[in-house]
């Protein structure tokens, strides 16, 4: 399938909620506490888990350079660096968001797997709870009910600021909890991805200890395995997530916005983010097309997960792929 189809089901539902219980807004003013758009608050240890989850690998860096002060970075760090960012950022890209957010591919079972797998070792939360959590932004993009809008607290200058820390990490925060059952309901069917979803702290400890193991073996000392530990492991899961938090946070404040997206979403596309995220900072199509497999449509918009797709559907891996077809584009491109 080379066209484009309807939206994903789920999402489709989250939308159609989204129309029904949205609060009145004007764009401009903070976001209504509470209100319909509001779900059961999650327990206060669980903020304190986000906490010790964010902070965690900037206080193991601080740690690690004052153990290792004076080394130097070798080559096999920056090659596994690299390779473990790719593996688990393109989990994230292809997996967690075009593949299993937004039905962009159908993925046979061994592909699903393994990203899903990918993507959660790159520190960003369990698969199912992700996904629940980007269809809910989908469905009320930049008004009430947004969990990770910049405009959270209006659009005056403090309140953009305010909003910019919010939509980072602030949200990661917040004791408002997605339920999957609303936004997920297909991932939570799937006995694969209930088994990968429960065993995200386990790939959060493979995601460390593969770059530590593989220094050891490639140095053959302890040094070797902490300066990889460093660079492939806390370094590159920091880099990661705050790469995918910048386009929560810039890809909806900074930027150009080519196509129209619906009333009050703000998306834009920003080229510089574009390689380190793998084509997801061209934001303002994907949320004028969200199920479009490209987000890049445009000449010269790389976007590293769009190849990634095309080679696995040459490879038999996926089917079904919605590639942008372009007179859909241009019916949503500005005069």
């Known amino acids: 399938m080379t066209g484009q189809a309807a939206e994903h ?11 029904r219980a949205a609060l009145p807004y004007d764009g401009v003013s903070p976001f209504p506490r509470g209100g319909a758009a509001a779900y059961e608050r999650a327990p206060a240890w669980r903020s304190a888990l986000t906490a010790v989850v964010v902070a965690f690998p900037f206080v193991a860096l601080a740690l690690a350079a004052w153990l290792l002060w004076g080394s130097l970075i070798g080559p096999a760090d920056i090659a596994l660096a690299v390779a473990l960012y790719a593996v688990t950022g393109l989990g994230v890209t292809v997996g967690f968001h075009r593949g299993l957010t937004h039905g962009s591919f159908t993925a046979a079972r061994p592909m699903k797997v393994a990203m899903a797998i990918a993507g959660s070792m790159s520190f960003q939360g369990d698969v199912i709870g992700w996904v629940a959590t980007h269809r809910r932004h989908h469905a009320f993009t930049d ?8 405009y959270r607290f209006g659009t005056s200058v403090a309140g953009e600021l305010r909003g910019l820390v919010h939509a980072h990490v602030g949200w990661l925060f917040s004791r408002d909890v997605t339920p999957p059952s609303r936004y997920a309901p297909d991932l939570l069917a799937d006995p694969d991805l209930r088994a990968v979803s429960r065993a995200f702290p386990w790939l959060c400890l493979l995601s460390l200890g593969i770059p530590a193991g593989a220094g050891w073996a490639i140095g053959g000392t302890w040094h070797a395995a902490l300066t990889a530990l460093l660079w492939a492991g806390l370094v590159r899961v920091a880099l990661l997530q705050h790469v995918t938090w910048s386009v929560n946070s810039l890809c909806h ?17 920003l080229w510089p983010l574009a390689v380190l995220s793998f ?11 969200p199920t479009c497999a490209r987000h890049g449509v445009d000449r010269h ?3 590293p ?6 080679l696995a559907e040459l490879l038999g891996w996926v089917h079904d792929v919605r590639w942008p077809l372009p007179a859909r584009v241009e019916t949503r491109r500005r005069p």
Request: avoid cysteine.
């Open 9 to 19: 089901p789920p999402l489709e539902r989250g939308a159609r909620f989204a129309r």
């Open 143 to 150: 008004r009430p009910g947004d969990p990770h809008s910049p």
């Open 253 to 269: 404040m900074v930027g150009r916005r080519p196509f129209r997206t619906r009333r009050h979403d703000r998306a834009t596309n």
């Open 279 to 289: 084509g997801e900072s061209w934001h303002n199509l994907h949320h004028a097309d």
């Open 301 to 303: 918009q790389i976007d």
């Open 305 to 310: 997960t769009a190849a990634v797709i095309r």
